[in-house]
């Protein structure tokens, strides 16, 4: 294996050194070594929902007055960066590692870190302007981010590469339905002559089965949108770490990222001011999922999800 | 096929690892994540490349089907209602000896007159429900 040039960079555990142009730092580069397990990464709608993740919460962050209005700004640009995927290159972990994720939403801090580090005019390592954790990773634990990315791209994925899919066959299996309706042939039982059926009711019947399919992967994406809404909070709680209404926010904030994805900005804002308004006082981190809306608000709702569906 | 097989091994993967994990925490999440992807992925490519490679240039060889239908016993089924089930059986076992169609034997037997002979033995009228034959089996 040809030697790597390296540079040293440091995490809470020590020193470590990490590839000379990698924008992920210690921590990564510790997981790395720790997971030569299969050589799978995560793909690309996940690495690109980790960025939507990263992006939503700067955002949120920022509006809540947590985060000032240049980390945020540049935790945005490099999370773009993220979401488009130039930067895919430096998400090396495998796909075997911690079972919370946590090694890739570590990966993620560090490589925006050190790319908001770039975009300063600072170097790489430097944790400045940026702190991975304190910054890029504020108001959020893996067990908010992993499981949100996870639901997200898989709602996507299904939305954009199976549903289509599953129309464009189910269509051709109906055309060629109408196409074979005047042939009769054999029908078969047990492999054995049946009685006659005309060979358009049999593409009829795959047709139909492709229906069902669309049907349990609408289905699924939308329990995909649910879970990912329910989940955030569920991991906010179980870290029993105080501040848990603001990180119940910021779990929020991924409602802003299906904003960004359908809405403009405006309504954005709206939401999560929706949210914000919905628990405040409430110092335990509790949602109530009953509470009223606000007239005018934003409601992210099942509807909407399904109003996506239909665009 | 191999995608179908794939995805089912993905499918028991992330029903193990869904019903994993520590008190509160599911700890096998990232294999999850890889395999839900996967299989969508694959899903979705195979189904395209189905479509377009096979399905829209599907073209059937209606003559091959015809024949089958007219060399079939099968068609005796709409046959007993008319003649009753142990006859039709007879002309079936008939054919399967000697390699004679159905009609062809009801022809050398007079077992119909010839216009309900095209009636009983028409296999269109045995595509829908209700249709001749219906009830056999």
Not at chain 1, 146 to 162: G, T, Y
Not at chain 1, 213 to 229: D, E, L, Q, T
Not at chain 2, 17 to 23: D, P, T
């Amino acid at each position: 294996m040809k030697s790597v040039e390296t540079r040293i960079e440091k995490d809470s555990m020590g020193e470590m050194a990490v590839p000379k142009d990698a924008l992920y730092g210690a921590s990564t580069q510790r997981a790395v070594l720790n997971f030569p397990i299969s050589g799978y990464h995560f793909s690309r709608p996940f690495i690109r929902a980790l960025g939507l993740i990263k992006w939503g919460a700067a955002q949120a962050n920022h509006d809540l007055g947590l985060l000032d209005a240049r980390r945020s700004a540049l935790i945005v640009q490099a999370a773009e960066e993220v979401i488009e995927g130039k930067l895919d290159q430096h998400f090396p972990v495998d796909i075997f590692q911690t079972g919370s994720g946590t090694s890739t939403n570590t990966n993620a801090n560090e490589v925006i870190a050190n790319r908001c580090a770039q975009l300063a005019g600072k170097p790489i390592g430097s944790r400045d302007p940026v702190h991975p954790n304190d910054h890029v990773n504020m108001g959020q634990s893996s067990n908010d981010v992993i499981p949100s990315a996870i639901h997200m791209s898989a709602a996507e994925q299904l939305k954009d590469c199976l549903l289509p899919a599953l129309e464009k066959l189910s269509s051709a299996l109906s055309g060629k339905a109408k196409e074979f309706h005047h042939i009769i042939k054999i029908g078969r039982t047990h492999l054995m002559d049946a009685t006659p059926v005309r060979l358009g009711q049999e593409f009829a019947g795959y047709a139909q089965q492709m229906e069902y399919g669309k049907i349990r992967a609408f289905a699924s994406a939308h329990r995909h949108r649910i879970f990912r809404r329910t989940q955030s909070f569920r991991g906010a709680r179980q870290q029993g770490r105080g501040g848990g209404s603001e990180r119940s926010i910021k779990d929020d904030c991924h409602e802003s990222i299906q904003d960004r994805q359908r809405y403009s900005l405006a309504r954005q804002r709206a939401a999560l001011r929706y949210w914000r308004n919905s628990i405040t006082g409430d110092a335990t981190g509790q949602f109530d999922h009953a509470r009223e809306s606000e007239p005018g608000d934003v409601r992210i709702d099942d509807d909407g999800v399904r109003a996506s569906f239909r665009r | 096929m191999m995608v179908c097989a794939q995805v089912f091994g993905d499918d028991a993967t992330i029903i193990w690892a869904g019903a994993n994990g520590n008190f509160e925490l599911n700890v096998l999440m990232p294999v999850m994540a890889h395999n839900i992807l996967e299989s969508i992925r694959l899903l979705g490519n195979v189904a395209d490349a189905f479509t377009e490679k096979c399905v829209v240039g599907i073209e059937a060889n209606e003559e091959r089907c015809r024949e089958l239908v007219e060399l079939s016993m099968a068609m005796v089924t709409s046959l007993a209602p008319k003649i009753g089930y142990d006859r039709a059986a007879e002309i079936a076992k008939e054919s399967a000896r000697t390699g004679k169609t159905v009609r062809e034997i009801c022809r050398e037997k007079n077992v119909l007159l010839e216009n309900e002979l095209e009636g009983a033995l028409d296999p269109v009228g045995m595509t829908h429900p209700g249709g001749t034959g219906s009830g056999g089996g």
